[in-house]
DNA sequence: TTGAAAGCGCTAACAA
DNA sequence: TTGTTAGCGCTTTCAA
C-alpha cells in the first residue's frame, strides 16, 4: 500500500531499524501526496516549485511541526551550516567580542557556531579540535597561531577551510585575521614615555600573547634608556583582585613604579582599585593602562587608557572568510591586519 | 579489485557523487584488512575486538589521522553527543558561570556544547531552536521558563530531552533547575528595610525576570509600611554606564533614595561610580544592592553587596540531567529549586 | 570475535 | 516542474 511493501515482501524478513519517531521528510512527502525530493525542494530550493504544491506541502509541515535533521542533510550535502570557533575563554574576557560578532554574523547567513574553550590548555585544544572535524564544519575559527602538529595535520587532512585569529604569523594554517602583539608592547611603552613616565612596570598573565607584548615593552623602555621594567606575573588569575594584589606587591617592593601597563581591564581595574585605597591619584601620581577596551572601562573614574583591538572586526572579517568559502567563492586576500589603537582617557 | 567494482560493473553507467576528499571508516577497513564494522568496534566498544586487530586498525588511524564522521555516526545511531544551550547573552552577565560549567561538565562526560543567543527575543529564540532540533541534539538547556507555543510544540514533537533554567514553574516542558525571582525581590526589600532603609529605589533591565524582582520587591516595600519604591528602568542596557545615568536621574529627581537594588553588578558599579562622583558614600548615605554576585564584586571599594545565583550548580545539574538521559536513565527528581543568598558586604 | 547486509534521513545526479 | 535512483559514512541487526 505504501512504499514499505517493498521491504517487507514474502521473502525477505523485515528486520532492521524502527525510525526514531520524530517525523521525516518522507513521511511530509506521503501526507502531502509528492515525491520525498519534493519536499527537499520545497525547503531548499523553492523558487523551483509550483506554487500549489509548494503551499500543499509547506500546509503539511506547519501542522505537523516537521523540523528537518540537517545532520541526514549535512551528511548528504557535504555542507553542515556549521561553524566551531575555539577560544581561551569567554569568561569576562577580550574574546568576547569577537564570539558575539562571529555569532551575529554568522546567524544573519544562516549558519550556526559551536563554541569551544581550551582554557588555555593546548591538551584541551587538541581534544576539542578533534570533536570539532568529526562534526565537519564548514569552517573552523582559531584564537592564536600556536597550534599542535597533530592538530595541523587534522586540520589539513580534513579540508577544512581555517582562520587563525588575534595574532599574526608568516605561516598561517590558512586564513589569518589578527594583529600584532610586539608592536603593542612597544608602542604602550613609547606612549607611556612620551607622557614622561619613567619607571615602568607590567603586570601580566601569563600566556604566550600577554608575554610577547611584555617582552616588546620591557625591550623597548630599555631602548628609550628607562631603567629597568619591572614585571609582576599574575599566572593564569585574570581577576580584579590579583591585579590588586600585583599592585599592592609593587608598591611594597620599594620602588615606586609611575605607570603600570596590565594584560588585560580587569587587571586594570585591581590596580586602580588598590592605588585609590592607598592614596595613590590614578592619573597623576600612577598611570595605568589596560588591554581589551571593555565597554565599562570608559566610565570608571578615573576612565581607563586602553589598549583597543577592533574584536568585532576580528569576528565579522572571519565570518565572511568562512562563509564565502563554505559557499565555494576564494578568498582573495586571506590574511587581515586589523591593527590596534591606544585609547587614551584619564588614568594615563 | 577492491569494493568499488561493483558500482562500476559494464552495463552500470557511474555518475553518483565522487566522495568528499577525507578518510573514510572504509578506506581506514581496507588498509587495516578488515571489514568497515571492525573499524567501528575499534572505535566505540574496543574490548570486543581482538587485541591485534585492535592494534593493526589504531595503526592505520593514527598513520592517517582519520577523524570519524561523527554526522554519519549520529545519523546511524540516533545519538549526537551534542547538547544546546539557549542563553540571553554571554556578555558580562550571569549568564556566564552557568554557560562555563555547562562546557566543562559535558566536555568531561564527553558531550559538546552549542550555543545560542537570543539577545532577549522571543522571535530570535524560536528561530534559533527551530536550527538546534534540526541537528537533532540529545538534549536541549534552555534559559527561563516562557516560550513561544510553536517551541513548546517543535520541543515536544522532537522527543528531545529539555532543562529549563534560571526561573520556577509549575508547568516546565520537562526538566528544571532554577529559584524564585519573587522571593528574591520580596527577600532584598525586607533586606534592606532590616537595616533601616527607607527610602527604596530600583535600577532595573527590562527582561521579564527582572520585572518579576522588581514588582516583588516593591509589593514588599508596600507591605512593609516604607514609601513607594522609585524605579528607573535602563531598558536592554545592563552597562556600567546606563547605571551611572540611573542614579544621576534618581539623585536629580529631588527624592533622595537611601537605598538601590539594581538588576545587574555592572548596573551597580555604574551606581556606585555615579554616587562617588556626586560625594555620596556607598555603604553609608547610599546602600546599593547588585544582582549575579560577579567575581569582582568582592573587590570593589566599597565591596558589593549582592544576589548570589549558583550558576554554576544549574549548569552543572541541567548537564547531569541531560546527560543521564542521553544514556537512557530516568530523572527521578526532575525539578530542582538551587535558591540564591545575599552576599552582605560594605556596600549595604 | 568477525563479517554481510540493510538502512538512518536526506540530497545530488540524471531522466522525463 | 516533478520524479527515480543511488548514495553521503556510519551503526545496527543478524549470522557465522
Not at 525542494?41 to 506541502?57: A, C, F, Y
Not at 566551531?84 to 547567513?109: E, K
Not at 573552523?140 to 582562520?163: E, F, K, M, N, Y
Amino acid at each position: 500500500m505504501n512504499d514499505e511493501s517493498a521491504a517487507g515482501g514474502k521473502g525477505t524478513q523485515r528486520r532492521h531499524r524502527r525510525n526514531t519517531g520524530a517525523m521525516t521528510l518522507r513521511q511530509v512527502a506521503q501526507l502531502a501526496d509528492v515525491a520525498p525530493v519534493t519536499v527537499s525542494r520545497v525547503l531548499n530550493t523553492p523558487d523551483v516549485v509550483s506554487p500549489e504544491v509548494r503551499e500543499r506541502v509547506l500546509a503539511v509541515i506547519r501542522e505537523t511541526g516537521y523540523v528537518p535533521n540537517r545532520l541526514a542533510g549535512g551528511l548528504a550535502s557535504t555542507r553542515s551550516n556549521l561553524i566551531a570557533a575555539i577560544v581561551p575563554t569567554i569568561t569576562m574576557s577580550v574574546f568576547l567580542q569577537t564570539v558575539q560578532s562571529l555569532t551575529d554574523t554568522l546567524f544573519d547567513a544562516d549558519y550556526q557556531l559551536m563554541l569551544g574553550q581550551t582554557g588555555y590548555s593546548p591538551e584541551r585544544e587538541d581534544a576539542l579540535l578533534e570533536a570539532i572535524i568529526g562534526r565537519r564544519p564548514d569552517g573552523i575559527v582559531l584564537t592564536g597561531v600556536d597550534h599542535s602538529a597533530q592538530s595541523r595535520q587534522r586540520l589539513l587532512g580534513a579540508g577544512i577551510p581555517v582562520v587563525e585569529t588575534w595574532d599574526l604569523t608568516d605561516h598561517p594554517i590558512d586564513m589569518l585575521v589578527g594583529f600584532s602583539h610586539r608592536d603593542i608592547g612597544s608602542s604602550v611603552a613609547r606612549y607611556l614615555a612620551g607622557r614622561g613616565r619613567q619607571q615602568l612596570a607590567l603586570v601580566t598573565a601569563d600566556d604566550e600573547r600577554a608575554r610577547r607584548r611584555a617582552s616588546a615593552f620591557e625591550a623597548t623602555a630599555l631602548e628609550l634608556g628607562l631603567p629597568p621594567v619591572q614585571r609582576i606575573s599574575v599566572g593564569g588569575s585574570r581577576t580584579l583582585s590579583s591585579g590588586r594584589t600585583a599592585l599592592a606587591r609593587l608598591a611594597e617592593s620599594g620602588s615606586r613604579p609611575d605607570a603600570v601597563f596590565c594584560s588585560s581591564d580587569l587587571l586594570a581595574l585591581g590596580v586602580m582599585t588598590e592605588a585609590q585605597s592607598r592614596e595613590l591619584r590614578v592619573g597623576q601620581d600612577l598611570g595605568v593602562v589596560g588591554f581589551g577596551d571593555f565597554d565599562f572601562v570608559a566610565d570608571l573614574e578615573p576612565a581607563l587608557t586602553s589598549v583597543r583591538i577592533n574584536g568585532a572586526a576580528i569576528g565579522e572579517q572571519a565570518a565572511r572568510f568562512l562563509v564565502a568559502r563554505a559557499e565555494g567563492h576564494a578568498v582573495a586576500q586571506p590574511v587581515v591586519d586589523v591593527g590596534f589603537s591606544i585609547v587614551e582617557r584619564a588614568s594615563a
